[in-house]
């Protein structure tokens, strides 16, 4: 069993950066990070291996957003910067046994943190 609990979400101007963090307690997974806005689908944003050395991004974060991972403390990152309105989302982290787009592949969820942007 895995229990993951996001923070670091809140309130920011377009534009804006914002740090988000993900412990995990138990096993050794490899993580996403997905997002889900009001009435739209689960859609991925960032993963990384175990070991941290594969990464993947959504096309439309590349470039902006960084995953990262530190085993020693249990922690996984999402970096954010040049934040848009229409990134406003829950942000949840998730864990599974590779480092895919595919929401299905993975096996524990947090409960999310609030994302919001302001224009």
């Known amino acids: 069993q895995v229990q993951l609990v996001e923070s670091g979400g809140g309130l920011v101007q377009a534009g804006g950066s914002l740090r988000l963090s993900c412990a995990a307690a138990?096993?050794?997974?490899?993580m996403g990070w997905f997002r889900q806005a009001p009435g739209k689908e689960r859609e991925f944003v960032a993963a990384?291996?175990?070991?941290?050395?594969?990464?993947s991004y959504a096309d439309s974060v590349k470039g902006r957003f960084t995953i990262s991972r530190d085993n020693a403390k249990n922690t996984v990152d999402l970096q954010m910067n040049t934040l848009k309105p229409e990134e406003t989302a829950v942000y949840y982290c998730?864990?599974?046994?590779?480092?895919?787009?595919?929401?299905?592949?993975?096996?524990?969820w947090g409960q999310g943190t609030q994302v919001t942007v302001s224009s």
């Open positions: 998730a864990a599974g046994s590779r480092p895919v787009a595919d929401k299905d592949e993975y096996d524990y």
């Open positions: 138990g096993g050794n997974y490899a």
């Open positions: 990384i291996s175990w070991s941290g050395y594969r990464r």
